[in-house]
Nanobody
Framework: VQLQAFGGGLVQAGGSLRLSCSACGSIFSIKNMGWYRQGPGQQRELVATITDIGITSYADSVKGRFTISRDNAKNTVYLQMNSLKPEDTAVYYC????????????????WGKGTLVTVSS
């Protein structure tokens, strides 16, 4: 299974970006998908997660500004980021966990390579 993220870039504070991440491979279903980020000199932190039935959770720092969603048919997760702040600058990574393959076996904790989001003040 491979994850590929798109949508990063440079945006001014107050602006918006939409990230997307698609999982490719022999996939029957994905239980959890999410976004994490790692800012300069910081540890990777959770941004938002979503289950296969649409239950979401968010870091306090992004609540009310970011929205996570997914398209199960496309094995794709999205992150709509509004009212961006300079402190949102980070490499954003997508994650897919508990993936059931077409053959019925499971794999866990897959990561994409990351996409850079830079918010200028």
């Amino acid at each position: 299974v491979q994850l590929q993220a798109f949508g990063g870039g440079l945006v001014q504070a107050g602006g918006s970006l939409r990230l997307s991440c698609s999982a490719c491979g022999s996939i029957f279903s994905i239980k959890n998908m999410g976004w994490y980020r790692q800012g300069p000199g910081q540890q990777r932190e959770l941004v938002a997660t979503i289950t296969d039935i649409g239950i979401t959770s968010y870091a306090d720092s992004v609540k009310g500004r970011f929205t996570i969603s997914r398209d199960n048919a496309k094995n794709t997760v999205y992150l709509q980021m509004n009212s961006l702040k300079p402190e949102d600058t980070a490499v954003y990574y997508c994650n897919a966990d508990r993936i059931r393959s077409a053959w019925g076996d499971y794999s866990f904790d897959h990561w994409g390579k990351g996409t850079l989001v830079t918010v200028s003040s």
